[in-house]
């Protein structure tokens, strides 16, 4: 059975790894450089991309981290995790890093904080259903590389359609929290059994 971490610096780490165990991985909380090498993959849930860039190094994490993702580990990352593992931050705090797994452009806190916390319906471009999703001071994908395969977009109050789900490779990245349910449903679980299937 896949061993999928929750990088359990900050963020809804319990709600991945329900979701984890629904799709049928088991979920370690990760901590600890011992910790990152023994799973399969990896979530950075929501939180501050600020904030989760310091305590990646403060924990001696970040190199540890970008070399295994680079090196192929399938990674996925919500909201700040979507930041996290962009190339590019617009709207970043001076001497902020980034883990540059997706070749993408994003902008932190694109929606504004009229919409701090929102919900809507994105089709879901892979097979064209419905996703129910939470946007929470989410960042969008400002420009991307041809080589993205864009998941979901959704319309920003610019009134342009940005993408808030892409994939690159072993890397996903979600400007929602696919971890959080809608109103007290289970939480949709498609994002979360793509990663499993990338392992």
Request: proline residues 6%; charged residues 20%.
């Amino acid at each position: 059975m896949a061993d999928v971490g929750i990088l359990a610096l900050q963020g809804d780490v319990r709600e991945h790894a329900a979701a984890v165990e629904r799709a049928g991985g088991t979920a370690t909380r990760v901590r600890r450089l011992s910790e990152l090498a023994a799973v399969d993959a990896l979530i950075i849930p929501g939180g501050e991309s600020t904030t989760i860039d310091k305590l990646l190094r403060a924990f001696g994490l970040f190199e540890p981290l970008r070399e295994r993702i680079h090196a192929g580990m399938p990674v996925m990352g919500s909201c700040a995790g979507m930041i996290m593992l962009a190339t590019d931050i617009i709207g970043a705090i001076e001497g902020q890093r980034s883990l540059g797994a997706i070749p993408m452009t994003v902008r932190r806190n694109a929606f504004g904080r009229q919409v701090d916390s929102a919900e809507t319906e994105l089709v879901w471009e892979p097979d064209g259903t419905a996703l129910h999703a939470t946007f929470i001071r989410a960042p969008w994908v400002e420009s991307w590389d041809p080589t993205v395969r864009v998941l979901a977009t959704t319309e920003g109050p610019d009134g342009a359609r940005h993408p808030v789900a892409v994939r690159h490779g072993n890397a996903i990245a979600t400007s929602f929290h696919p971890e959080i349910a809608h109103r007290g449903a289970v939480p949709d679980g498609r994002v979360h059994r793509l990663l499993l299937d990338l392992i």
